[in-house]
Structure formats: C-alpha cells, structure tokens
C-alpha cells in the first residue's frame, strides 16, 4: 500500500526585506538563516495568546476579555516590576 509522503519536514523559504541598517546589524552573524529562525520562534512564544500579538482584540475577544477582567487584574510584579494577571476570584482559589 503506497504512502503518503511526509510533509512534516519540508523546508520553506521565506523572504523579507530589510533596511540598510538591518542588514549591516546582520553583516557578522555566522548563520543569519538559524538566528532569524530562532528570533522569528521567541517572538511567536512572546506574544500575546489573545490577540496573537496584534495589540488589537475583535469585538468578540474585547466580550471574553471583559468577562475575564471581572475576577482578574493587573498588577505589578514588586521584584521584577513586569505586569501579570492575578485571579481575585476567592472560589477559583
């Protein structure tokens, strides 16, 4: 019985273009293709699980969040100073 071939592993390029002071900032890396993959990676894992990053809710994500914020705010980490969400909810404790 034949297989399907496994499209898994197959490579795709992907171009962008980039401004005189990029490319100059990039002249020395020794593998650009595996750092702008890496960077590309920690980006996607940054961002927001929400709007994907795009700073910009739909209406309808704009529903759920309000409905989230209701039992969670935002507070200031005091040692790291970053900002989190922490659940006010006494029974989700």
């Given amino acids: 019985m ?7 592993n197959k490579s795709e390029i992907i171009t962008f273009k ?7 900032a990039m002249k020395t890396i020794p593998n650009r293709s ?13 961002s ?13 994500q704009r529903e759920h969040w309000n409905e989230f914020k209701r039992d969670h705010s935002l507070n ?6 970053e900002f989190h969400l922490v ?3 006494k029974k989700a404790l």
Wanted: aromatic share 2%; hydrophobic share 30%.
């Fill in 18 to 24: 980039a401004d005189q002071s990029l490319l100059e």
């Fill in 34 to 46: 595996e750092f702008i993959r890496s960077a590309v990676m920690m980006a996607l894992e940054s």
């Fill in 87 to 89: 659940c006010s909810n």
């Fill in 48 to 60: 927001c699980p929400l709007c994907g990053g795009s700073g910009i809710l739909t209406p309808h």
């Fill in 76 to 81: 200031e980490c005091s040692d790291c100073r």
């Fill in 2 to 8: 034949p297989t399907k071939p496994n499209n898994l």
